[in-house]
T-cell receptor, first 114, second 113 residues
Framework: ETGVTQTPRHLVMGMTNKKSLKCEQH?????MYWYKQSAKKPLELMFV???????ENNSVPSRFSPECPNSSHLFLHLHTLQPEDSALYLC?????????????FGSGTRLTVV | QKEVEQDPGPLSVPEGAIVSLNCTYS??????FMWYRQYSRKGPELLMY????GNKEDGRFTAQVDKSSKYISLFIRDSQPSDSATYLC?????????????FGEGTQLTVNP
């Protein structure tokens, strides 16, 4: 398998549930990102990992908890979410430094909080 | 004021038309400029990557950067129905993961057969 793979593709969860989103990249990249995409809003950067260390946490609420166990895998753990957290969550990877190829995005997880 | 402004559309054109998509920005430190294409139910895919000012051409696609005006454009010649997608502009100051990409809202394009 190639590129960036995200699972699950769709997720419906209640506000009291705990779930995790998974991202896997097969490109040999060393930086990985979580983005949130909501309707009529620009992509919002949530977290950045470079060489498995978190280099940025963009003021994201603590109900979102990232984990990067190695350079190929990235998780986003979710708990006690709010309906306004419903969105498309995108994972991306890049080679750091030197990002002339831009980011490679996965297809995203469509999250609905009920 | 948003750092990057992009008209969300929607934009609808007939097949074969020339399409012009644009973004303006306020941060003069931006040096790297990208256009992404996002099909429905897919993640964005990189379409064009340019550094500093100038033009870059790839097939039917031409990207232009005018840093003096803080204005970037993407032109699509001989547009096809398969070009129907949302087009996102993105830009950054540097090239490392610590230099975040700032995205526009995206322009939704439909090319009618």
């Amino acid at each position: 398998e190639t590129g960036v793979t995200q699972t699950p593709r769709h997720l419906v969860m209640g506000m009291t549930n705990k779930k995790s989103l998974k991202c896997e990249q097969h490109l040999g990249h060393n930086a990985m990102y979580w983005y949130k995409q909501s309707a009529k809003k620009p992509l919002e950067l949530m977290f950045v990992y470079s060489l498995e260390e978190r280099v940025e946490n963009n003021s994201v609420p603590s109900r979102f908890s990232p984990e990067c166990p190695n350079s190929s895998h990235l998780f986003l753990h979710l708990h006690t979410l709010q309906p306004e957290d419903s969105a498309l969550y995108l994972c991306a990877s890049s080679q750091d430094p030197g990002r002339r190829g831009g980011y490679t995005f996965g297809s995203g997880t469509r999250l609905t909080v009920v | 004021q948003k750092e990057v402004e992009q008209d969300p559309g929607p934009l609808s054109v007939p097949e074969g038309a020339i399409v012009s998509l644009n973004c303006t920005y306020s941060n003069s430190a931006f040096q790297y400029f990208m256009w992404y294409r996002q099909y429905s139910r897919k993640g964005p895919e990189l379409l064009m990557y340019t550094y500093s000012s100038g033009n870059k051409e790839d097939g039917r696609f031409t990207a232009q950067v005018d840093k003096s005006s803080k204005y970037i454009s993407l032109f699509i010649r001989d547009s096809q129905p398969s070009d129907s997608a949302t087009y996102l502009c993105a830009m950054s100051v540097g090239e490392t993961s610590g230099s975040r990409l700032t995205f526009g809202e995206g322009t939704q394009l439909t090319v009618n057969p």
